[in-house]
């Protein structure tokens, strides 16, 4: 059973850091793609990194290129968003979630991706 944690949300002031991890269970990462995606009150959910697991190629919106780093942990199934230099509009649930990936670079689309986790919320706020 195909099955994603979240964790490592919380509260930090502008400027601050955080590390989300994604624990995925149930499947072999090294076939999948790890997307991290957010939702704001009021908006969109909207994809801001993912990473293939077999390559750990990654790819980034414009909005957080630079500032967040999403990486595999050690050949496990477990996938890391590090994020700096965070902004109040950062505020958000950040969600991972994954989808069954072949030859081509991994996409932050949502419509691609087939689990999702349940959520952990980041409040950036001084």
């Known amino acids: 059973q195909v099955q994603l944690v979240e964790s490592g949300g919380g509260l930090v002031q502008p400027g601050g850091s955080l590390r989300l991890s994604c624990v995925a269970t149930?499947?072999?990462?090294?076939?999948?793609?790890i997307g991290w995606f957010r939702q704001a009150p009021g908006k969109e959910r909207e994809g801001v990194a993912c990473i293939k697991g077999r390559d750990s190629s990654t790819s980034y919106v414009d909005l957080v290129e630079g500032r967040f780093t999403i990486s595999r942990e050690n050949a496990k199934n477990i996938v890391h968003l590090q994020m700096n230099n965070l902004k109040p509009e950062d505020t958000a649930v950040y969600y991972c979630a994954a989808y069954r990936i072949f030859f081509e670079t991994c996409t932050k689309l949502r419509s691609y991706y087939d689990y999702w986790g349940q959520g952990t919320q980041v409040t950036v706020s001084s």
């Open positions: 149930g499947f072999n990462l090294d076939f999948y793609a």
